[in-house]
Each structure stands twice: as C-alpha cells, then as structure tokens.
C-alpha cells in the first residue's frame, strides 16, 4: 500500500525523468547507426540486428528495455525472422504510448529479480496486451521449447486478447501467439505466447503437476477472483516451491493487491496508475422504493438537464434490461419530440448477448436531429460485464441502483443460484470509475450515502465461497492434493462445502469411502463437465444409449436451445410444442437436437433455427462440444452406443441413463398439482414454467434448483422411483432417510418389487 | 406392624386405570379415520400456504450445518479436522456458508433497514413516554400544581400581550395618529408581534384556500374525498390539506425574524415578567391590579408578579 501511495503521487515526474535519460543515451553516447530509430538510414545492418538473429544476443533475465526496443523495431520479425509489415510499424507507435510501457525498465528490473511478482494495472493500462510481450524479450521461451502464459477468467478475453497480441507480434494467430479454452485449443508447434482460460491451466495441471512446458505463467485479472484463479494460486504457491525456474506474474486491475502480495510471501509490487478523471458521486437523500423505475427516472434526467456525454447504467438481468431498454426509447423519444432533450439510442449489452448485438455498444452517439440542434446521446443498459471486463469510452455518466446477479451456493440445501443480491463497496467504485475513462464524470447511487457506508460489504466474494465445489474437488484429488482441509487457499470456503463436494464425489462414486480418487474418479476428472455429468456420460454405454447421452450431455453444456422474445411468446410456445416430449425436457431438448441434425434442417440450419425458436449459435456450440467429448470418449475407449429407434425401451435407456448421473437431483410430486418435495433435502420447489411435461409424473429428475423468491426446477424429466433404488442403491438406502412421505413411497415401492422377484421365484 | 400399616396407607392406593373406550377402533372408527386423512392429504394448499412451507422448510434447511455423520465429514476427519475447525491455513477463514438472502421485490439499498430503523425508533419512544408517565406517577400532586402554574403563566402571557397592544394602539388613536390596520407584522414590538403575526398567517391561509377552491379545485370538481392513500401534493392543489403551508411558514419564520424566534424561544415566566415590567413602565398598568395608575410609583400595587398580590 506504501508503495503504491508514493507511486501515484511521484508518477508523473518519474516517467518524465525516465524519458529525459533515455534521450539522453540516444543523443549523446550512441552511434547513429545503432539507433533503432535510425535503423531505416543504414542498410547494411549488424546480422544481430536481423530477424531472430536479433535475439541471439540476449541473456535471459538480463535484458533491457534498450536492446528489446531494438528487436522490436526490426526490420524483421525477432521470432520469426520475417520482415515486419507497415500494419506492424504503427500499431507499434501506439503500443509505445500506453501506460505500462513507461514502466517497462522498472517492470522488467522486478521480474528479473523475484520468482513472483504482483502487478496492479488498471482497465486501459494495457497490461493485458503488453506485459507477456515484455516477458517474452527477456524470459525467451523459444529457447528451452518452453512457453509463457496467460491466463483470462473469460473465454471471449482469452480468443480476442490472442487475436490482438498475434496482430501486435505480426503472427498468425494459432502460431507463436495462441489461445486454448474449453472445447476449442488454437495453438501449435510454435507457440510461445498462449492466452487461456484460468480453467484450461487447471486442467493442464492435472496431468502435468508442475506445468513444466510454461517458464512464466500470468495470472491476469486476477481480482475478479474466480474459482479456477484461486485454485491455481493455491496450486502455483506450491509449484513455484518445487520449481525455481518458473515465474508467476499475478496481475490485478484493483489497488487491493496488498492480500495478493501477502499471500505469495510478501512478493514485490508494481502499480501502473491508469488515465483516470475525477468522478463526482451523488447520493439519493432517501432509499428508493423501486430501483427500477427510480434508474429510469435518473436516466432520463440527466438526458435532458446533463450537457453531451453518454450514460452507462447497471443493471442485473436480460429480462430486467430489455425491459428498461424500451421504456427509456418511449420516453426518450417523447422528450426528444417535444424537443426536451437532443437523441437517445439505447443499447442493451449482457452476457448471452450475440456478438454482433454485443458489438453495438461502441457506435458512436447520434448526431444531432436537425444541425446545431441538442445533442444527441447513447445509453447503455449493461449487466455487470460492464464493470471491468468491457471499456467503453465516451461514457459520462453512470447510474447505479447497487445490485447485480451473484451466483450463490449453499451446501445445506445444495443450491447453486443466480440471486439478485447487493454489491460490495469495490465494486460500487469500479462502477464509479467506469465515468471517468475519457473526461471527468458523474456517478449517480440510488442510495443513500449512509446505505453505502453500512450495507455495502467492502469486497465481493470471491467465487469460491460461492460455488458447489464437487467438480473443483474432483480436480484437485486428480492434482495430487491428498488433504483438502489444509490446502492453502486465499479465502477457504466453509468446512461444510467441502463436506458436501466430498459427499456427493462419493455418492458419485468418483471417491472411495476414504476419499481415494476411484478408476471412475480419474476417469470423471478427464471430462471438462460436472461430475454429475461426466459419470452420466461415462456410464451411458450400459444403458445403450450413449450416443444420445452424448448429445444431451453436449446440450446442457451450452446456453438454452430454446429462445422466447418477449414479443412473440406465444408463437415461440407452438414451435416448441413441436419438439415437445411428453416424458420431459431432457427428451424435447434431444428431439430438438435430432431436429437440427436432420436433412431438412441442415440445408439452411440459421433459417430452420429462426423459424423454429431455436438459439443457433447455441445448438453450433452444442454440436461443437459434442465433438470434442467424442474425443474424449473415444480416446478413453468408451462405447458409443444407440438403442434402435423403434426399440420400445429407446427413450427409457435414455431416462435410465440420466438417472445414474442425477439421483441426487430427484423430487416427488406433493398432492395432485405442479408442487414437488425434492429428495433428501425436502424442499418445496415447483415446476418451472418452461417445463414440458405432458404425462402425470410422480417421480422427476431436474437438472437445475432455481431460487426466486419461489424455489423451482427447471430441466425436468420422469422418471420411476425404482430405477432409483436400482441405479443408485447407495443414496437410496432407506434406512438413511428421514421418516416421511418420501421414505414410505420408496418403501412401497421395494415391498413390491420384493413381491414381485418372489412370484417370479415361485413360478420358476 | 409395619405390614399391616402399609396395607392401610390410603395415600398409597392404586387405582385401577379408569375405563377406556374399546382398545381397537372399530371399522366404522377405522373408515372415518381413514377418510379424514384422506381428505385432509387430497386438500390443494392454497398457494400462499406453499410458498410459507416452502420458505419455512428452506429457511429451517439453510440453518441446519451438517452433521458428523456426514460421509465427508468422515473423509475430512482422516486429515485432522474437527467441528468448529475451518480450511486453510489462514486465521479469518469462514466457518458458515454464506447466507442466502432472497430479494422478493424492487426495492432499493437501504429500504429494508430504513423501515426497520423507523419502527424501532417508534417503539423506542413509545417506551420512553411509557416510562416518563411512571416516573411521574410518583408526585402527580406537584406535577399537577407546576402545570397548573405553567398554564395560568401562558394565559397571563396572552392578556398581558393583549394588554399591551390594546393600550398601545389606544395611544396611538389618542395622539391622532392611528396605525393602520395592514401594518406589516414585522414591524410591531417585539413583545407582543406575535399576536401580529399569527393573525397574518391565518389571513394568508383564509386568502390561499380561497384561491384554491377557485383555481384548481373548481376544476377538478369530483376528484376529492374518497381516496386517502393519494400523494400529498394532489390533497394541497385541492385545497383539501393546508398543513403544508402552515409548516412552510413555520420554517420560514426563524429565517424571516431571528428576533422573534429568540424571543419566542425564552421560558413563558421570563417573557411575562418582561411584559408586565413593559406595561408597569410605559402605562404604569399592573396587569394583576387590573388598573392603569396615574404615575410611575403605581401607589397600591402589592408587586410585579402574581403571586405579590395574594
């Protein structure tokens, strides 16, 4: 914190000292003919100064700024040893005015000296982009086939990161620079530089311990703290002990690095202040009754009294979005008629957003609707995506209510949710922030100044208290950490968390009673899914119907097949029905996906989806997904498999299959109506509204617990409760069960099935 | 001996369990039975009484941690851990999960806590009189008396400023030049301005509810009376509710006149005295006497204060 303090207040001057000295040897003690700058004037260069020759001469660890400069301006590509393009030479100009390059001396003077090294860096500073490129110059991977990494909580970071990065180094992406995330590896022979998700590294090192093929890995964006990253620092603290070649960069974009630093033994820390303007808050003097509807009101105030400037506003879902996207249009176009105010375009921007759509957001805003008139203005209406991962610039004003989606976990009643829930004090000033990019701003709380000093937590949780961590601790087993209870996380979720993970592994039978992983186990643990999932996809060939648990596993992988705007919900209900199954979801998802398989989809597949109500990227991704757990399957020499179609048993191997991955997912029906009870837990829980289920079922599988303020399932499936008993006598072992209408409908259900292998045994 | 007392212990006796119906239900018992609970299982809960059982049972679930038996437990137990322990190696590890809290409406930051603050500061003072009123029980007598006195100080108060008024504009009228009647309250003595200044502010509001019944109010002729939950502003512009402007001038009065206001704010008893003190001086008039005497030395009159001239 001392450090940092005294970095913010001395930065201008340092960096201005430190261009003066760099002239200085330029002008005074260098021979024009060595200076890069003048590298055009001289044709016959040194051979050290050409292509990859021009890092011959580097030491590793030892290099300056000074000599990588030089590498960097060529004429030919250090690593590849191919001349630089033109596209090159300018992109190179702006890379040399971003913040961080400032503090290339200072950074690599720290790497050099210190195996971890903590570096704050905020949105915008470049880091992302700049700092593997510097540690590529000075740890020179290519030299001992090794690579640098760099990790990214989010697979869109890790791919258009990487596209960038191999456009700055003039490669093809997918050579020296290259991305790998889940379902989808761009990389090859001659990568040096891999961009990947946090996720993808864990899964590295469960079958390389102590990731030998990395000299240095970067752990970016590291204060989002998501439950891969966590792990790894874990992980990493006891590599970096085994391993003292290997470096470790962990970057955050938050002046909270000090825990960082305390963590990892106390490591040094360097801080590259951002370009930031001042913000001024605003309070609202009383707590508003609807956030909502007080945002919106906010919105269009400040459209019509605040001069030019764009408005960011937070919200904390789709639905929640679209819906105040249209109200601030009619609004706005009211003000704009009456001529109140200039234009207002409004764009929605959240996660499962396409691309395209997602892309908008960086129009710029609409002129004004006669010439000299007022102003125009665009507003987006943004999830919290819009906090750190996305810049946008031009925006003024941001408006924030103080709530956003958190996903939340609880082992006592096993549910993992997306709750509307408070922010914390950090994140509140990172929206604050987000106004001051491009000039100074104004940040408008719908609360009052005494909510924010005592409601607001100070940091949100990090993931991994938030999260079921069965699929977390199925890795680490495969990782070699025998005792979870002492592993050395930064925050270590509740005991009773782990408890549970260790639990259903268990029941899951991926560990032995022991808590040894088991041969299911390891081989669960080769599967980037569930575990759930994993064992339901493993087991499958049993039940002869792998093939169609291969495709549904692949379904409930990816975002929801089915779409349903909000104007034409009905005829988006009809198109469903088509594929609807009377047994349940899990059946009309995979008569959905047969569907778009078959010929007449297939000829025009974007047009058949848009007719049908079907999310085509997500079925594309689903078709992708199913192929890479193919691989899979086929690498671990699991049988693929169908029941024939016109087998009266097709679609009951199917439910049977899916109850050995989800019998601890089963509820049953209460009284006549859509209430169930679920399994174990005993909950009340209802159907979700989406569910199809046209056949009365006393007995369901779900694939999802959903907390609203009522408790739902959603993914619903039949199925009879002595497949249970059956499939999973472990977890059904009645004398485990609390006394109960639950217990006495399964133990009917053995009475009869006693009843009846007594007949049998009688006739026989 | 012995044998034989025990044996007439009345206090002892046991008696036979007093008869009770058939130790089987009979079929017909049986059926009905039968019958009730099946009824009472076919009955659909109403969907207010799912939602309480279905928050019960969450809200009963999410405060149960797990117990020992649990196989993980077990698992956990083989490394060293033990109930009440936590993971890692840090000191401020979590021992609970984190709770889960539903937000079943819109409402904004601070919302809930603001009506749970409002409500214990009600009951707070509600307490707080409640506890006063005991306190007081004790000498109900003397309290009695002092409010007694305190009321007899206002009421002379009034008519000594009364007084002074009177025999004020009397002299006026008898050196030939009277005030006139709109003399701006601002500008009468400060003993008794305000006397002035209350009539002001009912003159201003008599004029502004006039205004308002022939302004808005005429024009919105049956929008009144039966909706009580209506915004304030709405019961104003109908003219329905002038608290408003009462309280308005209220506020401004502090600014409009810090003299008034600091006169206002002395004890009655000291703003009597300096008014009898004013009357005896300037009328040679004693309030208590009644009488306004012909000089200064007020010859007859017992005193200043009331309590001189029993």
């Not at chain 1, 005294?6 to 000295?21: C, H, L, P």
């Not at chain 1, 594929?579 to 000829?603: C, I, R």
């Not at chain 2, 000191?91 to 904004?108: H, L």
């Amino acid at each position: 914190m001392h450090d940092m303090a005294k970095r913010e207040n001395n930065d201008d001057d340092s960096a201005r000292v430190k261009r003066v000295k760099v002239e200085e040897n330029g002008n005074g003690k260098m021979d024009p003919a060595t200076n890069p700058y003048l590298s055009h004037l001289y044709d016959e260069q040194p051979s050290e100064y050409n292509g990859s020759n021009a890092l011959s001469s580097f030491k590793r660890h030892a290099t300056t700024t000074k000599q990588a400069s030089r590498a960097e301006d060529g004429p030919n590509n250090a690593f590849t040893g191919r001349p630089l393009s033109s596209k090159y030479m300018s992109i190179l100009k702006t890379r040399r005015g971003l913040p961080v390059h400032q503090q290339r001396d200072e950074f690599l003077k720290l790497y050099q000296e210190s195996q971890i090294l903590v570096f704050v860096g905020e949105t915008g500073s470049g880091k992302t982009t700049q700092i593997p490129q510097f540690v590529l110059f000075d740890d020179l991977p290519n030299q001992n086939a090794q690579m640098v990494a760099c990790t990214q909580p989010r697979r869109v970071a890790a791919m258009s990161v990487a596209q960038r990065v191999a456009e700055e180094m003039d490669v093809e992406l997918g050579e020296e620079v290259g991305y790998s995330i889940r379902f989808e590896d761009k990389t090859g022979p001659n990568t040096i530089l891999k961009y990947m998700t946090d996720g993808m590294l864990l899964r590295e090192a469960m079958n390389d311990h102590n990731l030998t093929r990395y000299s240095t890995i970067i752990l970016d964006e590291a204060h989002e703290r998501t439950l891969a990253t966590d792990i790894l620092m874990g992980l990493l603290k006891e590599v970096v002990l085994r391993r003292k070649d290997l470096k470790l960069i962990i970057m955050s974009a938050t002046l909270d690095a000090t825990k960082f630093q305390k963590y990892f033994h106390n490591a040094p820390l360097l801080a590259v202040p951002g370009r930031t303007h001042p913000v001024e808050v605003f309070y609202t003097p009383a707590p508003e009754r609807d956030y909502v509807e007080a945002a919106l009101r906010t919105v269009l105030q400040i459209h019509a009294t605040e001069p030019e400037g764009d408005i960011l506003l937070f919200l904390t879902g789709e639905e929640e979005i679209e819906d105040a996207c249209r109200k601030i249009n009619l609004e706005a176009q009211d003000l704009s008629r009456e001529g109140g105010a200039g234009p207002l375009v409004v764009y929605p921007l959240y996660g499962t957003l396409p691309p395209a759509q997602q892309q908008k957001i960086f129009n710029p805003a609409p002129p004004p609707t006669t010439p000299g008139g007022r102003p125009g203005r665009k507003c987006i209406v943004s999830t919290n995506i819009a906090e750190t991962s996305l810049t946008i610039d031009g925006i003024v004003y941001v408006v924030d209510p103080g709530f956003s989606k958190q996903k939340v976990y609880n082992p006592r009643i096993r549910v993992e949710s997306l709750l509307v829930s408070p922010i914390s004090k950090a994140s509140a000033q990172q929206r604050a922030g987000r106004a001051g990019r491009t000039r100074p701003g104004k940040c408008f709380r719908l609360y009052t100044e005494q909510a924010f000093k005592k409601e607001l937590i100070e940091q949100t949780y990090p993931e991994i208290l938030r999260s079921n961590l069965a699929s977390t601790v199925l890795e680490l087993k495969k990782l070699g950490v025998d005792d979870l209870v002492h592993f050395d996380l930064m925050d270590p979720p509740a005991p009773e968390t782990l408890m549970r993970a260790l639990e259903e592994l268990n029941y899951l039978a991926c560990l032995d009673d022991e808590g040894e992983l088991t041969t299911l186990g390891s081989l669960a643990s080769g599967f980037p899914l569930d575990p759930a999932l994993a064992v339901m996809l493993i087991t499958s060939p049993e039940f002869y119907c792998s093939n169609e648990i291969l495709s549904l596993t692949a379904l409930l992988s990816v975002p929801q097949v089915f779409v349903r705007p909000a104007a034409n919900r009905k005829r988006a209900d009809e198109m469903k029905e088509l594929f609807a199954h009377p047994k349940g979801d899990h059946l009309t998802m995979l008569n959905v996906y047969h569907a778009f398989k078959g010929e007449e989809a297939q000829s025009n597949p974007k047009q058949w989806c848009h007719d049908h109500f079907l999310s085509y990227r997500a079925l594309q991704q689903a078709d992708n997904v199913r192929l890479q757990l193919k691989r899979i399957m086929e690498r671990e020499e699991l049988e693929l498999m169908s029941t024939p179609f016109e087998n009266k048993k097709y679609y009951e191997n199917i439910q049977r299959a899916l109850v050995a991955g989800f019998f601890m997912q089963v509820a049953k029906r209460e009284g006549n109506g859509k209430a169930y009870v679920t399994v174990k837990d005993e909950q009340n829980v209802l159907l979700h509204p989406s569910t199809v289920l046209a056949e009365d079922s006393e007995w369901v599988i779900y694939n999802e617990f959903v907390l609203t303020t009522k408790n739902y399932i959603r993914t619903v499936t039949s199925v009879k409760p002595e497949w249970l008993m059956d499939i999973s006598p472990n977890y059904y072992d009645l004398s485990q069960f609390k006394k109960g209408e639950i217990k006495q409908a399964l133990l009917r259900v053995t009475q009869k099935l006693q009843r009846k292998e007594a007949e049998k045994g009688g006739r026989r | 001996m012995a044998q034989s007392d025990e044996d007439d212990d009345y206090m002892n006796m046991v008696f036979e369990d007093a008869p009770k119906g058939p130790k089987y239900e009979t079929s017909l018992q049986r059926a009905a039975r039968k019958r009730k609970e099946g009824e009472a299982r076919a009955r659909q809960k109403t969907k207010a009484e799912r939602e309480a059982d279905a928050e019960a049972a969450r809200e009963a679930a999410l405060a149960t941690a797990l117990p020992e038996t649990n196989k993980g437990f077990k698992m956990m137990a083989k490394f060293g851990f033990k109930q009440g322990d936590t993971l890692g190696k840090s000191e401020d590890a979590r021992k609970e999960p984190i709770r889960v809290d539903m937000k079943g409406d819109k409402s904004g930051i601070g919302l809930e806590s603001e009506k749970k603050r409002k409500f214990r500061e009600q009951w707070a003072q509600a307490e707080r009189e409640a506890k006063r009123s005991k306190e007081e029980e004790g000498d109900y007598v003397e309290i009695r008396r002092l409010e007694a006195k305190e009321k007899k100080a206002e009421r002379d108060l009034d008519s000594a400023q009364r007084t002074a008024e009177r025999l004020t504009e009397k002299e006026a009228e008898d050196k030939g030049t009277p005030q006139p009647a709109d003399k701006p309250w601002k500008d009468v003595n400060l003993l008794w301005r305000t006397r002035a200044r209350r009539r002001a502010v009912i003159m201003h509001e008599k004029q502004q509810r006039r205004e308002l019944n022939n302004s808005l109010a005429s024009r919105l002729p049956t929008l009144a009376a039966e909706d009580d939950d209506e915004e304030d502003d709405s019961k104003v512009a109908q003219g329905r509710d002038l608290a408003p402007f009462y309280t308005s001038l209220e506020d401004d009065f502090v600014d409009e006149d810090p003299d008034l206001a600091e006169f206002e704010a002395l004890p009655v008893p000291e703003r009597l005295q300096k008014l009898l003190t004013y009357l005896r001086e300037k009328f040679h008039y004693c309030l208590y006497c009644g009488y306004q005497y012909p000089d200064a030395e007020l010859e007859g009159c017992p005193g200043l204060t009331d309590e001189e001239h029993d």
